[in-house]
């Protein structure tokens, strides 16, 4: 008797981001025994996805044979992108949070060369 091949980490976060965007509505979370996850694996699956969706952004780069990683979000940015981003807020409030962001502090001015 063979035995099936386990699927590596990385085969099933993308067979998971293929089935979701796949699905043209929202769907129930027993969809994914559609593709092998069962219930209790697909809750672990969703819970670590929206964890990490939740994380400032990085940058991976490889050079030779080492890996760099760059925060390239700071909290504050990771925040607004969030509050950006909700569903759950009216458009209003999601643009009212665009509007704030543009007195941040955050550089958003280009500097004149030859000030007058």
């Known amino acids: 008797m063979v035995r099936k091949r386990r699927r590596t980490l990385t ?10 965007d796949a699905q043209p509505e929202p769907f129930p979370k027993s969809e994914f025994q559609r593709i092998g ?9 969703v819970r670590l ?3 990490i ?18 925060k390239i979000e700071n909290k504050y940015l990771s925040m607004l992108r969030k509050r950006i981003l909700d569903s759950s807020l009216s458009l209003k409030e999601r643009e009212s949070t665009m509007d704030d962001s543009n007195g941040s502090g955050e550089v958003d001015y280009v500097r004149n060369p030859n000030p007058s």
């Open 49 to 51: 996805i929206e964890y």
């Open 53 to 70: 969706q939740g994380q400032p952004r990085i940058r991976v780069t490889k050079m030779r044979s080492s890996t760099f990683i760059e």
């Open 11 to 20: 085969e099933r976060a993308q067979s998971i981001f293929r089935f979701i």
């Open 37 to 45: 996850l069962n219930p209790t694996t697909a809750e672990t699956w």
